[in-house]
């Protein structure tokens, strides 16, 4: 990978590492399911403009916008609005790999390879851990907002594979600009019926530097700059080389959220997260592992 598209990779970890403090930031002066629907608002009005309209049937759009948008996002922003820590938040967000590894296995019929095993019951030991941690503003339905939002995620990857599935080729970034366009009508009724109009009004009525900054940072930077830049580099790149960098995003999320808001893991909290981290690893590299080792043995008995 040349230098300049490293430090591009890089930048991205940085935004999405970082975006997990910043939606602590805005969840404290919005209501997150008001944050939520502003975040996919300004994501896709002016960007739908410039970017073409991907070659997908409507029923995609809507089904991706549905569960990476309404789902990921309102069960996040709840989450940490309710306590769950952002760096917590980051590393708990990533078991959204193994509810894809189980859903494309049920959904998909995707046989599992034993090193993504491993990785599963590594991932599962870690979650337990954290899940019977105590420490820090973490809350257990903090805590289980997040999985849901990971399971969310995961059933937006399995939406995206059964595009490939039917043919169609998916550009990740128009994907993400125009399925924006599903959220923001299930985010402001959620909203008005959960938050309620007086708690909107509000938030509107006094919309802080702070509000301000942390909606454009999640629509312009962690959503159009961040998604613009990981497409690009899928498109130059095979996806074995680009995909690992996300691995470094709840490490960057874990760090941000200690410097910027003084979050710091208990001892069960960080081996949970440690052990997590672990399984996604094994996850990405066991099968290429485990080949290198099968050979290695192979070269030796010849």
Same mark, same amino acid.
């Given at each position: ?167 169609? $080729?998916?550009? +990740?970034? #128009?994907? &993400?600009?125009?399925? =924006? /366009?599903?959220? %923001?009508?299930?985010?402001? @009724?959620? *909203? ?42 899928? $498109?130059?790149? +095979?996806? #074995?080389? &680009?995909?690992?960098? =996300? /691995?470094?995003? %709840?490490?960057?999320?874990? @760090?941000? *959220? ?45």
């Amino acid at each position: 990978m040349p230098w300049s598209d490293l430090m591009q990779a890089l930048a991205i970890v940085l935004v999405w590492g970082v975006n997990f403090v910043v939606i602590k930031w805005g969840v404290s002066d919005v209501p997150p399911l008001l944050l939520g629907g502003l975040r996919f608002c300004l994501a896709a009005v002016p960007a739908l403009f410039f970017i073409r309209r991907p070659a997908l049937p409507w029923r995609y759009l809507l089904a991706y916008g549905l569960s990476v948008g309404v789902g990921q996002f309102a069960c996040l922003f709840t989450a940490i609005k309710l306590g769950m820590p952002a760096g917590l938040a980051s590393v708990v967000l990533q078991s959204q790999a193994f509810f894809t590894l189980i859903l494309a296995g049920l959904w998909l019929r995707e046989r599992w390879q034993a090193s993504q095993m491993a990785g599963l019951l590594l991932a599962l030991g870690g979650l337990a851990l954290i899940g019977l941690s105590k420490g820090g503003s973490m809350t257990a339905v903090g805590l289980g907002l997040t999985i849901a939002a990971a399971f969310s995620w995961a059933l937006s990857n399995v939406v995206v594979r059964q595009m490939g599935r039917a043919g169609y $080729s998916v550009q +990740p970034l #128009g994907l &993400v600009v125009w399925s =924006s /366009l599903v959220p %923001p009508i299930p985010f402001f @009724l959620l *909203s008005w019926w959960l938050e309620g109009g007086e708690r909107i009004a509000a938030a509107l009525s006094h919309f802080t530097p702070q509000a301000l900054f942390a909606v454009c940072y999640l629509a312009f930077v962690a959503t159009l700059f961040g998604y613009g830049l990981w497409s690009r580099l899928l $498109s130059r790149h +095979p996806a #074995g080389k &680009v995909a690992p960098f =996300s /691995l470094l995003v %709840p490490v960057v999320g874990v @760090l941000a *959220s200690s410097l910027l808001l003084g979050e710091h893991l208990s001892a069960l909290q960080a081996a949970g997260s440690l052990l997590l981290l672990a399984g996604l690893v094994v996850n990405v590299f066991g099968a290429r592992w485990l080949a290198r080792w099968r050979q290695g043995v192979a070269t030796r008995g010849a």
